[in-house]
């Protein structure tokens, strides 16, 4: 459904995305993981449009490099930010409209809008404004916003961050009820190993822009070229 | 504020200036700053629409403004055009230069696109003074010294009778009003505010960056140089003092006291920030002064100017826009 070949990113000297490619089957829930700086929030950027970037990215065998991240929205990929991103001048309401008007090939649907509110458990919020939004609230507006799009896939940038145990939760089970009930393929990026390894068919270690491993989760987070990348040299005995 | 509450109050502030001329109109003076009301009044509202909801540090407001009016003037002159068929041509070259002056904005962001913007304001006045003016017709640094007044079917509206001329331009200023309204409702309006929120997430959404900053500029800068016509028509001569300093800070503070972002606010700010100004003129040097210290003290107790008090004012009503098309 996705193939990602060659994407290489440079800042000027920095190369923050080196020569990746990996696939993303349909229906998957593909998990992406490194330390921090690794290159997989720019990674996401190159997706979605943001950023150019030298190879290719096919979606449905089609090439998606160089479309405006507006256009790439329109065709069926949808994103949500690491640092929550809302739209404080709208209501709950009317920013999930703004994926559904914009992004959905189909235009606007009211009824649509009051299904994606009661999916993300907002339609109690609904009225209120989006910057008076708990962390947990504004991610699920995230989300909500991505979903109106009426996505194929949809990628997740790091949902977990700063959230607790029972948030957590929470947030797992709307993942698969995405992935199961809507059919929509996920791209996750996660620290949480335990997350990924619940959530994901599929995992890709990146460190400095460069692959580490993909594969099955289990046999990638016990993998030593994954454990050294996250914890150092498992046998530096210093 | 809501739309129901906007156009109630735009119904208010234009059926109040509406029976002005009732105890103004034996006055040329006073009818005279109610007719710069009305045109200064569309000017900010463009101007809001373009900073206060889309976001975009336009500077450039005066300078669609001068374009229009000059614009307007040299069309009427040279090819004979009659000048309510001008005005139109003026707003429509207005609005070219905005959508080409927008282009390389929508690369930029914040503080980059004000000084584009400004540059334009910059580099309009040696234009128009100089040999490129001379040749399309700006006078250079004379300017234009007699612009043919407006006439409608055969209706000709004097400088000296401004009663009717009023009537015009608060006939155009509703019109203006009631499109930034409309606009505001409309799903453009719900796009600007998005990409002025959080641009990445907005067209991560499927909002077309692009598109709807091109149409904001080419909307605001086409109804600038429309006023722009208007004005030149009413005044009948033009130079390039317009685009000093003075009214570029008076329409400052006109959003200021009214609010920026808060539509109709301009409106309001427009008529206090006007009659204020010329009230205050026997004070000569004093004026600005005290003008400056009246932006102070407003942007420290009224951030969001005049319609921001009216907001706290008002029972708390839903604060969002539809999504409409």
């Known amino acids: ?238 | 504020m809501d739309h129901k509450r906007i156009a109630i109050v735009l119904a208010v502030i234009w059926g109040v200036v509406a029976i002005l001329p009732v105890f103004f109109g034996s006055t040329n003076l006073y009818m005279h700053i109610l007719i710069m009301c009305l045109i200064w009044s569309v000017v900010a509202s463009c101007w809001d629409l373009i900073m206060g909801f889309a976001g975009i540090f336009s500077f450039g407001q005066v300078a669609f403004f001068v374009i229009g009016a000059y614009s307007s003037a040299i069309i009427s002159a040279k090819f004979g055009v009659p000048p309510i068929f001008a005005v139109f041509a003026a707003g429509v070259v207005a609005g070219g230069l905005g959508v080409l002056v927008g282009l390389p904005c929508l690369k930029l962001k914040g503080a980059y696109i004000a000084l584009v913007t400004f540059a334009v304001h910059m580099i309009l006045e040696p234009v128009l003074k100089g040999d490129i003016g001379r040749a399309i017709g700006t006078g250079g640094s004379r300017g234009i010294l007699t612009i043919e007044p407006m006439n409608i079917f055969g209706y000709t509206f004097l400088s000296s009778e401004p009663i009717p001329y009023f009537y015009l331009m608060l006939l155009v200023a509703i019109i203006c009003s009631a499109i930034i309204l409309i606009v505001i409702k409309s799903h453009w309006g719900t796009a600007f505010l998005a990409l002025k929120d959080s641009e990445d997430f907005a067209t991560c959404l499927g909002v077309s960056a692009f598109k709807y900053k091109l149409r904001v500029f080419a909307l605001t800068s086409f109804l600038t140089g429309l006023v722009g016509g208007f004005y030149a028509h009413y005044v009948g001569m033009l130079s390039t003092r317009m685009l000093g300093i003075d009214l570029f800070v008076t329409l400052m503070v006109i959003l200021v006291i009214g609010g920026v972002g808060k539509f109709p606010g301009a409106i309001i700010g427009a008529f206090i920030t006007i009659a204020l100004n010329e009230l205050l003129s026997p004070l000569g040097p004093y004026r600005p002064i005290i003008l400056g210290a009246l932006v102070v003290v407003l942007v420290l107790l009224l951030p969001d100017g005049i319609i921001g008090l009216i907001q706290k004012i008002l029972p708390k009503k839903n604060n969002g826009l539809p999504i409409e098309s």
């Open chain 1, 1 to 238: 459904m996705l193939e990602v070949k060659n994407a290489t990113k440079k800042f000027g000297e920095l190369t923050a995305v080196n020569d990746l490619s990996f696939e993303v089957s349909q229906g998957q829930v593909f998990g992406i993981a490194g330390p921090n700086g690794a290159g997989k929030s720019t990674l996401y950027n190159l997706i979605t449009g943001l950023y150019p970037f030298e190879g290719s990215i096919l979606f449905n065998k089609k090439e998606i490099r160089g479309f405006a991240p507006h256009a790439i929205a329109k065709m069926g990929i949808s994103r949500t930010f690491q640092i929550p991103q809302t739209f404080p001048s709208l209501t709950v309401e009317k920013s999930i409209g703004v994926g559904n008007h914009f992004g959905s090939q189909e235009g606007y649907d009211p009824s649509y809008v009051d299904n994606i509110l009661e999916f993300v458990s907002l339609e109690d919020k609904r009225d209120e404004l989006t910057g008076q939004l708990n962390l947990l609230d504004k991610k699920m507006l995230m989300i909500g916003a991505a979903l109106a799009t009426k996505p194929q896939i949809l990628m997740l940038d790091e949902p977990m961050a700063g959230s607790n145990a029972k948030e957590i939760l929470a947030l797992m089970d709307l993942i698969k009820r995405i992935n199961k009930d809507m059919g929509i393929t996920i791209i996750i990026i996660e620290h949480f190993m335990k997350v990924l390894t619940e959530l994901t068919q599929k995992l890709l270690i990146i460190e400095t822009g460069t692959e580490i491993c993909c594969g099955d989760p289990v046999e990638v987070t016990n993998d030593p070229r994954v454990i050294e990348c996250y914890l150092g040299d498992v046998n530096d005995k210093n």
